[in-house]
């Protein structure tokens, strides 16, 4: 990684702390003026009064209130734009942890994590803490979020779908000010996730609208009768027949009510979405976009000016804002008790449902949308040294990469490495010792083919492949409660593999195999791991396997489809030293004993009588 994008990170985050620093010293002056005010104001008010008199009194006190006035407006101006500083410092802080792999400083995992993540999710790290999802979301809702995670899991590519997220994620890179303001303007308004499903609720909900239309009338002409009779009462004029009025009145809100309820909470809940929404989309509307092609056709339900979602939200919001009085059990029982106020805006919310039915969806589908595009395009900025993949069927090869390392590796652990398979049918047998790196270097492939297919760019200087279907077979999960052992597991995953490759689809398998067979002795796991292979061999995918059986790597020989790469390692010192390249070949060393006698455990052939 270059060096160069997270050293201007820090030179900012330092600029804004001095900055906020600043403002703070600032704000305690302006606190300690507003008492000296008071202090003044309440001395100079009983000075005046007690030498010139009381009128003169008022005009000092007068003053006085007017300067505290304005220094009250001018510190809370300061105070807002501390808060907005403070946002600022912490976008770009996040940033920083996310461009060094700082795990710590980054808010918790929103997706993927216990028994439903899937086994490419599993095996490649795709979602849960301290996974590819994770370092890439900066979604502000669930819906989006979640849409970026189906993206990295998709297994099977779409070209057009892949070509058309580049190209947004493409123009959505050197948009740095566009993307932190959203996520900035997100923060000022809400301290929780948005959770569009209680938008989409309030359009499933059931309206009784019909009974609305005909109670309504009763309601405003029982609420009518309610003041009119009261006041006559009051005057004296009429006896107190408002109690009956009243009395007719709580019997017909009492009996509606329980129609109303379940509407007018969905009501409510759709007022705290929106306080969330509504500046996203205003911002969106205001944003300069229009020289950039894909995006302003992606946000074009945002770029009507005669239909601003913005603008019919905040009518919405109006009327969401009158029903979620109710939430205050004694201002909802005065208002109720006066006017027939449920009745009324739910009369409204419903008129206006109907619109939005409409609407609200697709602007939902659009924000969700621009959201996983955003948290791509954040990760393509923050890395620049990555590139954007080519998946096409015109590619020379099957699989190209140059300079291709793990995007959840620390820039100083990481190293990249070249690696070329020419045509589907071939299969990688990657041989190498305990720790040489293996298992990373095919979970290297896998996670930047996920990447690529999800139209972001990956870890890599040239990433180059056919589409293919991914399939892993890494992180075998036994199951107690279905009765599957680990080898049951192993044999099952690798059997819906054999059925894949033998299926007629046009698009080739990419299969990544760690350990084929760990789960059984040696002798039956040689003997099933090369039937396996062979089987394999000219099928319709690519296949890398990481194994410690040397003796696999003989399939080579009586197989032109069977390619040989290795990893190797190096005693220095007493210690061994991995340089983490893949080579051609076999390998020609194992270090599982000396791995063992550097540990002090006893092996064939050593001395142990001591």
């Not at 976008?91 to 439903?116: C, V």
């Not at 107690?480 to 819906?496: H, I, M, N, P, W």
Request: charged content about 20%; proline content about 4%; glycine content about 6%.
């Amino acid at each position: 990684m270059s060096t160069t994008y997270p050293n201007y990170q820090e030179r900012h985050i330092q600029k804004l702390t001095r900055r906020i620093e600043r403002m703070r010293v600032l704000s305690n002056r302006y606190a300690a003026l507003r008492l000296a005010i008071i202090i003044l104001a309440g001395a100079s008010t009983w000075a005046s009064a007690s030498a010139i008199g009381s009128p003169w009194s008022w005009v000092t006190l007068g003053a006085y209130l007017l300067l505290f006035a304005l220094v009250v407006y001018l510190h809370r101006r300061l105070d807002d734009w501390a808060e907005k500083f403070k946002l600022w410092r912490a976008i770009k802080i996040d940033h920083a942890a996310r461009s060094r792999l700082d795990w710590e400083l980054l808010p918790d995992a929103k997706q993927g994590s216990g028994d439903d993540q899937s086994g490419l999710e599993i095996d490649l790290d795709l979602s849960g803490s301290r996974s590819l999802h994770h370092l890439l979301d900066i979604a502000s809702s669930q819906q989006g979020s979640q849409r970026l995670l189906d993206w990295l899991r998709g297994s099977t590519p779409d070209l057009q779908q892949i070509n058309q997220r580049q190209q947004v994620v493409q123009e959505l890179k050197p948009l740095k000010r566009f993307r932190d303001r959203l996520r900035m303007t997100f923060h000022l308004h809400a301290n929780k996730m948005l959770d569009g499903e209680k938008l989409s609720n309030w359009l499933k909900e059931p309206v009784p609208y019909q009974r609305l239309k005909s109670v309504l009338p009763m309601a405003v002409i029982l609420s009518i009768a309610n003041i009119s009779l009261f006041a006559l009462n009051s005057a004296g004029v009429l006896p107190p027949y408002w109690i009956i009025s009243l009395s007719l009145y709580a019997v017909l809100y009492i009996y509606q009510s329980k129609a109303l309820s379940t509407f007018l909470e969905a009501i409510v809940d759709l007022d705290r979405e929106l306080s969330k929404l509504t500046p996203l989309f205003r911002y969106i509307e205001q944003a300069r976009i229009a020289g950039y092609t894909k995006l302003a056709e992606l946000c074009a339900p945002f770029l009507d000016k005669t239909n601003l979602p913005s603008q019919q939200l905040r009518r919405i919001k109006l009327i969401t804002a009158g029903a979620g009085l109710r939430m205050n059990p004694i201002v909802s029982l005065l208002v109720n008790v006066v006017t027939p106020w449920d009745f009324v805006f739910a009369t409204l919310a419903a008129g206006s449902r109907a619109r939005m039915a409409q609407q609200l969806p697709g602007w939902l589908e659009t924000w969700y949308e621009l959201e996983a595009l955003i948290s791509l395009a954040n990760f393509a900025a923050l890395n620049p040294e990555y590139s954007f993949p080519e998946i096409s069927w015109q590619t020379e090869f099957a699989l190209q990469a140059r300079d291709m390392g793990h995007p959840l590796l620390p820039p100083e652990e990481k190293v990249c490495n070249d690696f070329t398979l020419t045509a589907p049918g071939q299969i990688a047998i990657i041989t190498g010792s305990n720790m040489a790196g293996k298992s990373t270097f095919i979970k290297t492939v896998g996670v930047n083919m996920c990447l690529a297919y999800a139209g972001g760019t990956v870890n890599a200087r040239i990433f180059r492949a056919m589409p293919m279907r991914l399939h892993t077979c890494i992180r075998i999960r036994d199951s107690l409660t279905d009765g599957y052992s680990y080898f049951y597991a192993e044999v099952q995953c690798l059997k819906r593999l054999l059925e894949k490759l033998r299926e007629q689809e046009k698009l080739p398998v990419l299969y990544l195999v760690d350990e084929i067979f760990r789960g059984t002795n040696n002798r039956e796991r040689l003997i099933g791991s090369r039937a396996y292979l062979r089987s394999s061999a000219g099928k319709n995918g690519l296949g890398l396997l990481a194994t410690h059986d040397l003796e696999l790597a003989n399939l080579a020989e009586e197989n032109q489809q069977v390619h040989n790469f290795h990893f190797r390692d190096q005693v220095q010192a007493g210690k061994l030293v991995f340089d983490y390249k893949i080579q051609n070949g076999p390998c020609p060393t194992s270090n599982a004993l000396r791995i063992m006698q550097m540990e002090g455990l006893p092996v064939e052939g050593q001395n142990e009588a001591k």
